[in-house]
């Protein structure tokens, strides 16, 4: 029934049972809360399982827990809706490359210092955990793990999905993404060969090992006159393109060098004065919304050709 027809009594009557539901809400999104940090706090005192990788454990395990009930409770209709909201709270987080780098490859997770792909990685795999209904850091980990790795699972250097172009492939197969760039206007194509990282063995210190050598050479064979959609630099003063990025859409930055299909990775949020990117910037030192609109940015960096752009499926 149409709220015209309701007499002035009923109104209070339905904003008191609002602000009840409201009330009765956001108690029980505390209660979940303390719930979830008391078995992180209690997991915390466990032994780390062997195979993650913690920059500080207790911190870290707590800030997961945190976010992702923030973000339940934020009640997002739509995964893009959950990778922006998600992707502003880690606004200030230090930028730090490389810690994903160890002697022998395990689950990474710090939450206090990130490069561009372990924000975008963080934030999506947050955000598939919620649009799974779960809400733990166990679960979150397991989710990370499976977007990180080949099929979802660790198995040495060579199963991490080094280039962008295998995670996205991977991640579609396995229902977790979607590229979106050939439905763009006026979209174009590339095709190159993915062999950087074993054209540049000495810049990756897990490559001295020959057996992980030859599988990510095995690996790039895969990717040999590798072909994908991507929209060029210029496109972003089209009325058209930028109207049908959306916030919350992952933007993978291609480039001009030899053997790299993407050399960064944002999310798109939505400013007055149209797309800007939030990334974690080695410029700034810290994850931004980069003071550059999209179109901008991308003018301003030579070196890069265009971008990519990647959905959440939901779950």
């Known amino acids: 029934m149409s709220n015209f027809g309701l007499t002035k009594g009923a109104h209070s009557l339905t904003n008191r049972q609002s602000k009840q539901n409201r009330a009765m809400r956001r108690y029980c999104t505390y209660i979940i809360y303390i719930i979830a940090l008391l078995n ?17 454990e207790a911190t870290d395990t707590t800030t997961i827990t945190k976010i992702l009930i923030l973000a339940t409770d934020f009640d997002a ?20 490359g490389g810690t994903l780098e160890g002697e022998h490859e395990q689950l990474t997770v710090n ?30 980990t397991n989710m990370l793990e499976e977007i ?32 979106v760039s050939d439905r763009f206007p006026t979209s174009d194509s590339q095709i190159k060969t993915l062999d950087y990282m ?20 095995n690996m790039e064979v895969g990717y040999r006159s590798h072909r994908y959609s991507y929209i060029k630099s210029g496109r972003l003063y089209s009325k058209p393109v930028v109207q049908a990025l959306k916030a919350g859409d992952i933007v993978a930055l291609t480039t001009k060098t030899d053997g790299l ?10 400013e007055k004065d149209g797309p800007h990117m939030m990334h974690a910037s080695s410029k700034a030192g810290k994850v931004v919304i980069d003071p550059l609109n999209f179109a901008d940015y991308m003018k301003k960096n030579h070196q890069l050709t265009g971008f990519r752009v990647v959905r959440l499926v939901e779950q």
């Open 40 to 56: 992180a706090s209690i997991a915390t005192k466990a032994a780390s399982p062997e195979d993650i990788k913690w920059h500080n």
């Open 77 to 96: 209709s739509t995964p893009n809706e959950l990778m922006e909201f998600i992707g502003r709270q880690f606004i200030g987080t230090p930028y730090k």
């Open 111 to 140: 939450l206090e210092e990130m490069d561009c792909t372990t924000y975008v990685e963080t934030v999506a795999a947050m955000a598939l955990t919620v649009s799974s209904r779960r809400c733990s850091w166990q679960d979150f």
């Open 148 to 179: 990180r790795y080949r099929n979802g699972q660790i198995d040495g250097y060579a199963s991490r999905l080094h280039y962008i172009s295998d995670w996205i492939i991977n991640n579609t197969h396995r229902g977790y993404v979607r590229e």
């Open 198 to 217: 074993s054209r540049n063995r000495q810049s990756y210190p897990a490559l001295a090992d020959s057996t992980e050598y030859e599988r990510i050479k």
């Open 261 to 270: 299909d993407v050399s960064h990775l944002g999310i798109i949020v939505i």
